[in-house]
């Protein structure tokens, strides 16, 4: 399907591909990963045609249809359904050609095809999409102007899903979603037909919708069967045995030169000497590149408050009073919650977290916070309130006047900004960049509530993975919404679900919400083509709650499994600490045999259960499946 071939580009110098080279075939399904800035998004506008990467480094099978999403739909007034049904460009030009063909020969052929392409199902087909993208019936006949960027983003994503190319380049598809939207993506995207290749940072995605993983790192590409986990797990073994033998190496190294610099001036030896030296030299010390180390967050954390921090009591959120979007919402907040908000977009999330941080006033009710209480609030249209020209530095110096430069530096470093990084403008800053430097600055003194909403938009995968581990060592309140379904699970441990103007506690996990989403989606239309009489949020409950009944055992054995492994880890924490006491082995040399025969025995253990758990995940995984 594609051929990269020996690909060598440069951007202002900067080499992006050193003599790059991959193969995707026909029906893989491609995670594109690797850092900020590395070139993904340049290598699918070389495969698209948009820029020239030069003679025939990248070469497509002959007739091969190319589909990406362009940057949003137009904002015509054109009905949103007609305008993802125009991006079938063939069926549009079978039915223009049918209105005015005469010929009755060409007339069975455009119909022949037109039953080939199922063509008469487009606009079911292309109402389902828009439906899982999360437009309702009736907004599929408005006009795409009246659609605001994000929605016609989705638009945008929705035509070149309907158009079904055989190579579908997606770049950061989930970007504009909400989670709703991205769990319908990753079932839509499992089961395409054809080639995908998808730039993402999103690991639920790229475990659960892709058969193969496109790494670019360091100029190179490398494809690796399997999802983001398997290919996260064999680059720790790789970086293990890089730093294994790189130690190896220098060890090796030290011994010769103890010999050469002992035995080099001796006249018996003097030969001997004389080939270390030249072993030295050829001996490999470069066990791999160095990769770009991520910068941590860093949360300050708060005192300790009595509980509760916030109370929400009967009251309606919104901006009208005639129209309030949330109705009677009741609500407790205490320092050590967790909580997940969960509810398609346009439902009243943002509206929720604003009322809470005091951003909008209630329209009736009350919402009563603690005298003390410090909240930060983050969403991504805060970005734009840095000021581009200054620095990270002199954003840091406003908020201490008084502290020297040196304290100012030390300040703007455990931010992420070092000494490479504290004097560049904003606005030559990476999206990530400015979304790290605004997440240090609201937190910056110190807060007990932290709200976020949607921050990982322009987050890699590893800048992620540390704001989740931030996140999890921060001891203050957190509410997130966030389209990112890996970053929920692994940092809320309460639901709130937002829809039809209510808020409620979702009793329940992700996997729960993720089952009941796709089940919603699932609910099919009667012969007439309108809903059947059942409540589609009735059956949604129904088929989750089977589904969910028939999972329960393998997901309670998985977990089981889990915690006998994390239980024999910290066991293993506390011999490995009584192996290292001080004087262990001259005191106590039978305390000490003893002990590292019950580690050898624990070591043992922990192998069979880690092996009983991932079994158990296997068997849950391929149940969900």
Known sequence: MLHINDLTYRIEGRLLFDQATAAIADGWKVGFVGRNGSGKTTLLRMIKGEVHAGGDDISIRKGRRIGGVDQEAPASDQPLIETVLAQDQERAALLAEAETATDPHRIAEIQTRLADINAHSAEARAGAILSGLGFAPDEQE???????????????????????????????????????????????????????????????????????????????????????????RKCGEARANAAAFKARQEARRRHMQVFVDRFRYKASKAKQAQSRLKMLEKLQTDAEPISERTPPFHFPNPRPMAPPILRVVEADLGYEAASPVLRQVTLRLDQ?????????????????????????????????????????????????????????????????????????????????????????????????????????L?????????????????????????????????????????????????????????NKGQVEPFEGDLDDYRTLVLAANRTPPSENGSKTSVNPKQRARKSAADARQALSPLKKAARAAEARVETLHETLKRLDAALAEPGLYETDLARATKLQKERAALVAAIARAEHAWVAAHEAYEAARD
């Open 142 to 232: 408005r006009p795409c102007a009246a659609f605001s960027g994000g929605w016609r983003m989705r638009a945008a994503l929705a035509g070149v899903l309907f158009a079904a190319p055989d190579l579908l380049l997606l770049d950061e598809p989930t970007n504009y979603l909400d989670l709703e939207g991205a769990i319908w993506l990753e079932s839509y995207l499992k089961r395409y037909p054809y080639t995908t290749l998808i730039v993402s940072h999103d690991r639920d995605l790229l475990n659960n919708a892709v058969t193969h993983i496109l790494a670019l790192e360091n100029g190179k590409l490398s494809v690796h069967p399997g999802s983001y986990d398997v290919y996260e």
């Open 336 to 440: 050590d919650d967790r909580i997940a908000i969960l509810g398609p977009n346009g439902e009243g999330k943002s509206t929720l977290v604003k009322s809470m941080a005091g951003r909008i006033s209630p329209l009736g009710g009350n919402i009563y916070r603690h005298k003390k209480l410090k909240i930060a609030y983050f969403a991504q249209h805060q970005i734009d309130e840095l000021k581009p020209k200054q620095s990270a530095y002199e954003h840091v110096r406003d908020l201490i006047p008084d502290a020297t430069e040196a304290q100012t530096r030390s300040a703007t470093a455990r931010l992420g900004f070092g000494a490479e990084k504290a004097d560049v403008a904003v606005e030559k800053l990476s999206g990530g960049e400015k979304a790290r430097l605004l997440l240090g």
């Open 442 to 498: 609201i937190t910056f003194h110190g807060v007990h509530l932290l709200i976020l909403d949607e921050p990982t938009n322009h987050l890699d995968m590893a800048s992620r993975e540390a704001l989740s581990e931030a996140l999890n060592d921060f001891q203050g309140a957190v509410l997130l919404i966030t389209h990112d379904a890996h970053l929920a699970a692994s940092i809320a441990d309460r639901l709130w679900l937002v």
